[in-house]
């Protein structure tokens, strides 16, 4: 601001030079951490891609470091989650409709929005940061109306914010609890009726927006999960025999020397239960031939192909897109793992499987703390599709497992339409019988009645995924 009033004051009085010239002689502004996560706001908007992805580029490219990168992460993070709530509170304080606004004005605009409601930054400083931002990126008229908005946006708090803008809570409260913790009403809704009401809706909506902490899985026969820890500096895992946990933010674990090593593997711990849930049922008779029938990129497979490989048996593992089946391939080295790029409905198998593991292609919706923008992404109109691949997927691992071999299906997300919509509708049309999948989580509280499994970032700290176990 002083710099501005210096700079107006040494020019005769009504002598501006036009806006231009005055724009051109501006020096740049040095704000690489708000300028990198408004370049990662507009790559997710423009390119699709995911803000994880993109922003180590970005603060790479705006030489980023110490505490800013804490800084860009946040706010670009921070503001995509958010997206919902600070674009309803944005409309709120704007004299024209969001449609209207230039796009890169308006992702600025969550920005600040991001700035006043979420963080500790003080609100002039919020403000006036942004308002220097755009104008930086989008000149001086535009930083005007960001102004003029911004100001808006900090005359009241997030909670009056929520009270004066969200449905009211005892009439609709799915709508509020929706708008509260930003995340479209569908997935509240999915949510809401996954877990058998509103009462937990708040906690779970709310661990959305927490960054989980990195999981490992110790290769079976490798290491033990002790060791791992021991040599990662991270803790054995509360549930998983094999699983690790390190502290959110320890680093890039793909770099960790067990990782590049292949003793172990970045992977949720609720995604290790799931995968060994499938091993936990006895047999009768034979039981060396596996199948992994959506394998891509290879998390459960590496688990299920280490165990296997112990007991002497094998793991076919299938998986349509070949670039994800060359993750497979890479995830499986070493083990008696053989990868088939194919549809799993139909890839010419003999029925002859012992253990089938279906792990479905889905919304994700049990995934959402791990992509910041996944929730503004997809729509419900997406279930549908989803849920016909999913019940051609199990049909067909039905199919091709042997009578009295166990059947996993298996996706992340606790929609359910993909969960126990799609198992009861194949348990209908076959003669296949569900087991009670809560005997196969063994140690694992708060498991409901069963007699499938739903995991909870907010109950279990795990994704939220889905497993349902079927005798055939
Ligand atoms: C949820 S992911 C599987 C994750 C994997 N099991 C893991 O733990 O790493 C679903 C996978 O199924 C694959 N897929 C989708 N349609 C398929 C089909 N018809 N047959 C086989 N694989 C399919 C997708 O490409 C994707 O890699």
């Given at each position: 601001m002083s710099r501005e009033r210096g700079r107006d004051n040494s020019r005769p009085k009504n002598?501006?030079?036009?806006?231009?010239?005055?724009?051109?002689?501006?020096?740049?502004?040095?704000?690489?951490?708000?300028?990198?996560?408004?370049?990662?706001?507009?790559a997710v908007r423009e390119r699709d891609a995911y803000a994880n992805l993109v922003l180590p580029?970005?603060?790479?490219?705006?030489?980023?470091?110490?505490?800013?990168?804490?800084?860009?992460?946040?706010?670009?993070?921070?503001?995509?989650?958010?997206?919902?709530?600070?674009?309803?509170?944005?409309a709120d304080c704007s004299d024209r409709p969001l449609e209207r606004i230039d796009p890169l004005l308006l992702d600025a605009l969550r920005l600040g929005t991001y700035q006043l409601l979420r963080t500790r930054i003080p609100g002039h400083a919020a403000v006036g940061a942004t308002v220097e931002l755009v104008r930086t990126n989008s000149g001086s008229r535009l930083a005007g109306f960001a102004n003029a908005v911004l100001r808006r946006v900090g005359e009241r708090t997030e909670a009056e914010w929520v009270s004066r803008l969200a449905p009211d809570p005892d009439e609709d409260p799915v709508g509020h609890a929706a708008f509260r913790h930003a995340h479209p009403r569908w997935i509240a809704r999915a949510f809401a009726d996954a877990l058998g009401g509103t009462?937990?809706?708040?906690?779970?909506?709310?661990?959305?927006?927490?960054?989980?902490?990195?999981?490992?899985?110790?290769?079976?026969?490798?290491?033990?999960?002790?060791?791992?820890?021991?040599?990662?500096?991270g803790d054995p895992a509360p549930y998983s025999p094999y699983g690790v946990h390190l502290e959110a933010g320890s680093g890039d674990p793909g770099q960790l020397e067990a990782v590049r090593e292949g003793f172990a593997a970045v992977q949720d711990e609720g995604s290790q239960?799931?995968?060994?849930?499938?091993?936990?049922?006895?047999?009768?008779?034979?039981?060396?031939?596996?199948?992994?029938?959506?394998?891509?990129?290879?998390?459960?497979?590496?688990?299920?192909?280490?165990?296997?490989?112990?007991?002497?048996?094998?793991?076919?593992?299938?998986?349509?897109?070949?670039?994800?089946?060359?993750?497979?391939?890479?995830?499986?080295?070493?083990?008696?793992?053989?990868?088939?790029?194919?549809?799993?409905?139909?890839?010419?198998?003999?029925?002859?499987?012992?253990?089938?593991?279906?792990?479905?292609?889905?919304?994700?919706?049990?995934?959402?703390?791990?992509r910041p923008e996944s929730r503004w992404r997809r729509g419900p109109e997406d279930v549908e599709e989803l849920v016909r691949l999913q019940r051609e997927l199990l049909r067909a691992a039905l199919t091709v497992t042997r009578p009295g071999g166990v059947v996993a299906y298996v996706v992340c997300s606790p929609h359910p339409e993909e969960t126990t919509g799609v198992?009861?509708?194949?348990?209908?049309?076959?003669?296949?019988?569900?087991?009670?999948?809560?005997?196969?989580?063994?140690?694992?509280?708060?498991?409901?009645?069963?007699?499938?499994?739903?995991?909870?970032?907010?109950r279990h700290g795990t994704d939220a995924m889905f497993c349902a176990l079927l005798r055939v």
């Open positions: 002598s501006r030079p036009p806006r231009r010239r005055a724009e051109r002689a501006k020096p740049p502004v040095e704000d690489p951490a708000r300028t990198a996560a408004l370049e990662t706001l507009r580029g970005m603060l790479r490219r705006h030489r980023v470091s110490g505490r800013d990168t804490a800084l860009a992460t946040e706010l670009a993070y921070g503001a995509c989650r958010a997206r919902g709530l600070l674009d309803a509170v944005i009462a937990e809706l708040d906690a779970a909506l709310a661990a959305d927006d927490e960054r989980p902490a990195v999981h490992l899985a110790a290769r079976p026969g490798e290491i033990s999960a002790d060791e791992l820890a021991a040599v990662t500096g239960l799931a995968a060994l849930a499938l091993t936990h049922p006895e047999i009768e008779g034979s039981d060396t031939r596996w199948l992994d029938l959506c394998a891509g990129p290879g998390g459960k497979a590496n688990l299920l192909g280490a165990l296997v490989t112990l007991d002497g048996g094998t793991l076919d593992a299938v998986e349509q897109a070949e670039h994800r089946a060359e993750l497979v391939t890479s995830a499986t080295q070493g083990l008696s793992v053989t990868v088939r790029v194919a549809d799993g409905r139909d890839f010419g198998a003999p029925d002859s499987y012992d253990r089938v593991l279906v792990d479905a292609p889905c919304t994700g919706l049990g995934a959402l703390r791990r198992v009861n509708d194949v348990l209908r049309q076959t003669d296949a019988r569900e087991l009670d999948a809560r005997a196969c989580f063994p140690g694992v509280p708060d498991l409901g009645e069963g007699p499938f499994v739903q995991l909870w970032p907010h």
